[in-house]
């Protein structure tokens, strides 16, 4: 089995809604993704998934809709009206679920097999330096 992984980081906002505790408050990370694709084989250019593609098209889908913009739960209101007002504010709603690391990380896992054609062997979302969610396709 071969296995290629690319990865890159992003800067975003999020809150979780309902939580108790720090991560109730507004605040940010600096996630850094790990995409995996495997296959048994491989292309006639002896590639499972070329590199440069694979990046491009993940990369540039987060840079438009998750990089310097604030995550946020589509039922959290009360911050999604307080932003709504200010000027230079992306927001990218996940509907009724929170912008946690692992509904992240399911999220970048079908964006990548629908945008690349291939389901990643899995995903893997750093949210800090010491902590990550994966999410690999399993239920
Ligand atoms: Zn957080």
Redesign the pocket.
Known sequence: MYQIRIEFTFDSG???LDYNGK?AYP???TYRAEVFLESSSLNELGLVYDFTNLKDQIKNWVDENWDHSFLVNSRDTELIDGLGGASFVRLFKFEDENP??EVMSRALYKKTSELCGIAPAKVRLW?SVNQYAEYSGQD
């Open positions: 999020h809150r979780l991560c605040h940010g990370h946690s690391c949210e």
